[in-house]
């Protein structure tokens, strides 16, 4: 049931109106000043707002414009005295969609408010439109076509508009920094500062002062004082990369700075409020760096409680293709057309396993658009060491399973004695032929080792 606000100072008007709507099917609601309607307004969201011009205190064209800035969209229908139409037109460019002259005929109004209502419906569809368009493409610069990456793209939208600190994982060019990035583009504080700072770059003093600043005099060298960025970045967010490499004493630092939502810069006494969002990144596993003391395990909790994990490269093959299109077209811009990609090239690079994940397959883009010939990016343009990885692997794998052929129509006890033996004698050489020690490493009897392995095999 479209929901109609109607408003007119005159009872009279106000409840015909009423009775005239509800009886065709219209939920309504009555206000008897444009004070009331704008309470209303800002109360509940309508279809549509059918307001008198003239009206004591807050007229039809304030409360137009007001009602305007709340609903773009709502559909308005003004109600003007007769002589008086040179104001209705003017409701009609602040954004009115029509107007209806008093006394009104009845036809004339309920076709008016059914084209008004037709009209704002249409209206909200394009909105919904638009924002499910925008959200399909919403990361168009993250190219996201492996369930992984949408998984990670899923959570960069939960998480973006809420104020969290976030943890960022994955390997070194997996892409972490983009998607912090992302996290802020996404967010309300988009207008302000993104500022990231590279925890393993600076040695500890150094860091210190970079991240929340220093007086003059603080120690030799500072000669004036010094914002830090956790202030620069008032209002936006900061991006600690690597944080695993972050000096403990920092770590408790920050571990403050993240509870009181304050700093002290280096040497001052005197606390400074900040407002910034803090995410993180890192290609360690953090477990292992609690493990070793390298950091703090109340930090690691603060960091933890929403982590986005990036796949590796070479565990999200489908989106290899989509990147190289993606790189090839941001290099070569959007006038020269790509250059044609063979097949054999294609292989190679969907086979490869990409250690430096997306980060060395734009660096191989580039290589490979620098030798490139006639407009085709062959096997002969990537680099040599990426073709010859691949290709080892062919020959692995061809070994792999010619090791396996010894084994064709043999049973499991064969293969399992054989790879037994191995692995015992492996155990022995380390142990630099030592038996007794072989045997204690193995957790097995010394006469149970020369059991398994005669004399003549060693
Ligand atoms: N899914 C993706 N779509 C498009 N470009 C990507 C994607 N992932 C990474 N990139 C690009 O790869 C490069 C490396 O990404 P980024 O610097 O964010 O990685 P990182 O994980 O921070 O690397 P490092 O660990 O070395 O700091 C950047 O140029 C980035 O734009
Ligand atoms: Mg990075």
Not at 57 to 67: P, R, S
Not at 304 to 329: A, C, K
Request: charged share 25%.
């Amino acid at each position: 049931m479209p929901r109609v606000l109607v408003v007119d100072d005159e009872p009279s008007i106000l409840s015909v109106l009423n009775t005239l709507l509800k009886a065709h099917n219209h939920d309504v609601t009555p206000a008897r000043s444009g004070e009331a309607a704008l309470t209303l307004l800002q109360q509940n969201s309508f279809d549509l707002m059918i307001s008198d011009i003239r009206m004591g205190g807050m007229n039809g064209m304030q409360l137009l414009a007001q009602a305007r800035k709340l609903y773009p969209n709502m559909a308005v229908i003004m109600l003007t005295a007769y002589g008086t139409v040179e104001t209705a037109v003017d409701a009609m460019k602040e954004g009115a969609f029509d107007y209806v002259t008093k006394p009104f005929k009845v036809d004339e109004l309920l076709i008016t408010v059914q084209r008004a209502l037709q009209y704002h419906h249409l209206l909200s569809e394009n909105v919904a439109l638009k924002e499910e368009l925008a959200g399909r493409y919403r990361f168009e610069h993250i190219v996201a076509e492996s369930p992984g990456m949408r998984k990670v793209c899923e959570m960069i939208e939960r998480v973006a508009p809420t104020d969290t600190t976030v943890l960022v994982l994955g390997e070194s060019g997996t892409g972490k920094e983009l998607v912090a990035k992302a996290i802020h583009a996404y967010s309300a504080r988009k207008m302000k500062n993104f500022l990231p700072i590279n925890c393993a770059a600076l040695p500890e003093p150094l860091l210190e002062s970079e991240m929340f600043g220093h007086v003059k005099g603080a120690f030799t060298g500072a000669t004036a004082n010094k914002e830090g960025l956790f202030e620069a970045a008032a209002g936006g967010t900061i991006f600690l990369d690597e944080i695993g490499s972050m000096p403990m004493s920092i770590q408790a630092n920050l571990l403050r700075v993240l509870q009181d939502k304050e700093i002290r810069r280096v040497g001052s006494n005197e606390n400074v409020p900040i407002n910034v969002r803090v995410l993180a990144a890192t290609n360690d596993r953090l477990e292992r760096l609690i493990e070793q003391g390298k950091l703090r395990e109340d930090l690691y909790y603060r960091f933890s409680v929403i982590s986005i994990e990036i796949p590796p490269l070479r565990e999200r093959t489908e989106d290899i293709l989509p990147l190289i299109q993606h790189v090839l077209r941001r290099e070569l811009g959007d006038k020269q057309p790509l250059p044609q990609l063979d097949p054999e090239a294609q292989l190679i690079m969907e086979q490869y396993n990409w250690p430096g994940n997306v980060r060395e397959l734009e660096n191989t883009i580039r290589h490979a658009l620098a030798f490139a010939k006639e407009g085709r990016i062959t096997q002969n343009v990537l680099p040599a060491k990426i073709v010859e990885a691949v290709a080892n692997l062919g020959t692995h794998a061809e070994r792999r399973a010619a090791s396996m052929d010894e084994f064709r129509g043999k049973s499991l006890k064969a293969f399992l004695r054989k790879k037994e033996k191995e692995y015992l004698s492996l155990v022995i050489s380390a142990k630099g032929g030592d038996k007794e020690k072989a045997a204690k490493a193995l957790k097995i009897s010394l006469a149970t080792l020369y059991r398994k392995i005669p004399e003549e095999t060693e």
